[in-house]
């Protein structure tokens, strides 16, 4: 407990009720004057052989998942999947579960650090090095660089969560009449969210992400969506494609995925169609024509510039293939049709876009259950606050680069890693005076800048997530801290390993140092206060999972639950009236260089952007591979013959851009025209467990855009050299591999 009250005082004076449950939660607004004690130190409220749980959110990314953390005297030890959020009920994904090993990772940035940059981080003892600020001196720094500088020379980087500190970004910005943060993330990038949004409105003319209803499907075809894996929201995807499986006891769901290269989702259906790259959306529009013409209705006009043979010549689907599958769609019950991943990360990415959603007006399943919707928005939430597309950064990096922007924040993103080196951010950096990261890791964007203010864990922090994909309800759900920090020990008495500071304080303390404007706007003590000021918003509101009239009881039920939502499905019905009446051009995505290979880069799934610093997850063999600590190029065997190369050897690959070192992974499950690399390693910095290991696919990449401005990262063309050089490829197959014999009987 803290020195100012004892946990029986707070006891006494809670009563009864909420407020006593959320104390002994360790939830609720009072938990702000409970000190949660290293396990050096025993807390007061734990008990030997006893467990403490939080509820909270898992900020591996932004999908909002809800999770129940097992705490045992003072220390974080299992965390899963809490069964009342909507968004998982019960379940996490592997990131989820490593989360414990980013809240102990050792190379933590230890506190406040000023240091030149390009400086490394870690000491002779491959340790961080010491802060060598106060946390005064630092929020000083952060309280001159709003203060005297000009409004517009101010910029904020932000990645995609959480959301109350975007949120309290957008206030400040707005008080001083500063340019609005900008968000981005790798995997937003990966996932197109801009195309898609502007397909919806195109189409069904509202703008919001949509939401595929694949557990109430009984027939999905996925065009390139790799929607059990790192795409929107793959927890809940992943349950909605195991209700899929099992739904109907007398017919198991039927799935179809068209990609290049087989993907893990692709591994699990009944049909991998392996189709060019870029054609998808040529093909969507020739089963629609196909399903129109099967039926003796005439064309509408989507359908009126589609060369079904010309199609199956380009695409590599054969006729009789296209007309099998037309068919099959035309008569399931409930048939899906989901655009996402490499299929829109094209120059036609956008065209892809609309002719799968025209695909399912055709059949009339836009609006209902097995079906397509637009995700609801989720409380607190008046519009929904997407990434910034690469165009948007492409035009942010110009500012930089321009010099107009005197001081940049950045939260939560590692731009100089997750952005194409063609975007050239680091040149931009040059022109920026000051720059201020707020890494919780020594990253490389944080290496890059003047000062580094270590945020806090997820484990360790209050905050809220508004779920904009995956729940049916609209979602908003609670971070607590399931720590108050990580300790050593030094005899008898625990010191600070970690001094962390969360943002959201440092900002909110800079502001009444500011003075001014800025102090009158966020009148705030502490980011606690913050979020309660922004929950009021839910006072009274009897539509969900609990209500609460007054402020302290709603945020204590709020902590205690690990969030709020509603009970109701907000799933958005839109109209389909007018989506069959665009027309098509039907064209296939044009690629940028002249090499003879196709390229195409996918998150690995385990680690995705973030996750190469846990050991836990570099462990984890690639779902398809099964290769662990490492990059590799995936090579067709027949192509692979053609180039006189085998597994393990190294090879030059290079396109317009750039070019990179792998080694080579034999992989019958690809087309021979195109190869495929993952993107997760190739870390310059970023802590001893992820500098240095394997290579970042980006560096291949042009900054060429789709219609809508989203990274058409697919449109690459590259060519491959043989270098005279080996590396094997750790993997849990063993060398030999079990694609050897691929396809011949014993």
Not at 39 to 66: D, F, H, I, Q, V
Not at 281 to 296: I, Q
Not at 580 to 602: H, I, R, S, W
Request: with cysteine; aromatic share 10%; glycine share 10%.
């Amino acid at each position: 407990m803290s020195d100012k009250i004892s946990r029986r005082d707070f006891l006494k004076l809670a009563g009864v009720g909420a407020a006593t449950t959320a104390v002994l939660t360790g939830c609720g607004p009072a938990a702000r004057l409970v000190q949660r004690e290293p396990y050096t130190k025993m807390p007061e409220y734990t008990y030997n052989g006893l467990s403490t749980y939080y509820a909270t959110t898992c900020r591996e990314c932004s999908a909002g998942c809800g999770l129940i953390a097992r705490t045992y005297q003072g220390r974080a030890i299992k965390v899963e999947g809490n069964p009342n959020n909507p968004v998982n009920l019960g379940k996490t994904c592997a990131r989820g579960q490593a989360t414990l090993e980013g809240l102990y990772n050792p190379q933590r940035v230890r506190g406040p650090i000023k240091h030149s940059r390009g400086q490394s981080l870690y000491g002779s003892d491959n340790q961080n090095v010491e802060s060598n600020m106060s946390w005064d001196d630092a929020i000083q720094v952060v309280a001159d660089a709003l203060s005297k500088n000009q409004p517009n020379e101010i910029a904020f980087l932000m990645g995609m969560a959480p959301d109350h500190l975007f949120d309290l970004i957008t206030d400040l910005t707005k008080a001083i009449n500063a340019p609005a943060p900008i968000r981005f993330g790798a995997l937003g990038m990966f996932e197109a969210r801009t195309t898609l949004m502007q397909a919806a409105n195109d189409l069904l003319g509202q703008s919001g992400l949509p939401f595929f209803d694949i557990g109430n499907a009984d027939l999905v075809f996925s065009f390139g969506a790799n929607f059990l894996e790192t795409w929107l929201s793959p927890v809940a995807q992943t349950r909605g494609y195991s209700s899929l499986r099992r739904r109907n006891p007398n017919q198991r769901g039927y799935f179809v995925q068209f990609e290049a290269r087989m993907s893990q989702t692709g591994a699990k259906a009944d049909e991998w169609i392996p189709i060019t790259p870029g054609t998808e959306g040529l093909v969507a529009l020739a089963l629609g024509s196909l399903m129109v013409t099967a039926s003796g209705a005439s064309l509408p006009a989507a359908y009126s510039n589609v060369d079904v043979n010309s199609i199956a010549n380009v695409s590599g689907v054969t006729l009789d293939t296209l007309k099998r599958l037309a068919n099959m769609f035309a008569g399931s019950a409930h048939p899906l049709a989901i655009s996402g991943g490499a299929a829109l990360g094209q120059s036609n990415g956008l065209q892809t876009a609309e002719a799968v959603l025209t695909l399912n007006a055709l059949v009339n399943n836009i609006g209902k259950d097995g079906g397509v919707f637009l995700s609801p928005l989720a409380p607190l939430a008046d519009e929904y606050h997407r990434p910034a597309s690469i165009r948007e950064m492409d035009d942010f990096v110009a500012k930089l680069q321009s010099g107009s922007i005197k001081v940049l924040f950045v939260h939560g993103v590692n731009p100089l890693f997750e952005l194409p080196k063609s975007i050239a951010l680091r040149d931009a950096f040059k022109n920026v005076p000051q720059i201020v990261s707020f890494a919780t890791f020594p990253d490389e964007t944080a290496v890059q800048a003047d000062y580094i203010f270590p945020d806090k864990h997820g484990l360790e922090s209050w905050g809220y997530q508004k779920v904009a994909a995956g729940a049916g309800s609209s979602t908003l759900s609670g971070a607590q801290p399931v720590v108050s920090g990580v300790y050593t020990a030094d005899g008898a008495v625990p010191q600070i390993f970690y001094d962390a500071r969360a943002t959201a304080d440092v900002l909110l303390a800079a502001a009444q140092k500011a003075g001014g404007t800025l102090a009158s706007a966020l009148k705030f003590k502490d980011e606690l206060e913050y979020i309660q000021s922004q929950l009021k918003g839910l006072l009274g509101n009897t539509d969900g999972f609990f209500s609460a009239a007054e402020i302290n009881t709603f945020t204590a039920y709020f902590q205690q639950n690990g969030g709020w939502w509603k009970t109701s499905d907000d799933r958005v019905a839109p109209s389909a009236s007018n989506a069959l009446n665009k027309t098509f051009n039907a064209t296939p995505a044009q690629f940028v260089g002249d090499g003879e290979l196709y390229f195409v880069p996918f998150v690995e799934p385990v680690m995705a952007e973030a996750g190469a610093n846990k050991p836990w997850l570099q462990e984890i063999p690639d779902p398809t591979t099964t290769v662990v600590w490492n990059s590799w190029v995936e090579i067709n065997p027949d192509t692979a013959a053609q180039l006189g190369v085998d597994n393990d050897d190294v090879v030059l690959i290079s396109s317009d851009a750039g070019s990179v070192e792998a080694s080579v992974y034999k992989y019958p499950a690809i087309r021979p025209d195109t190869i495929a690399m993952p993107f997760g390693q190739g870390h310059t910095a970023y802590g001893q467990f992820a500098q240095g290991r394997g290579v970042n696919p980006f560096d291949l990449l042009s900054n060429a855009t789709n219609e809508a401005g989203d990274l058409a990262f697919a449109s690459m063309k590259v060519s491959i050299k043989k270098t005279g050089k080996k590396r094997q490829l750790s993997r849990l197959e063993g060398v030999i591999g079990v694609y050897e014999n691929f396809g011949q009987q014993p």
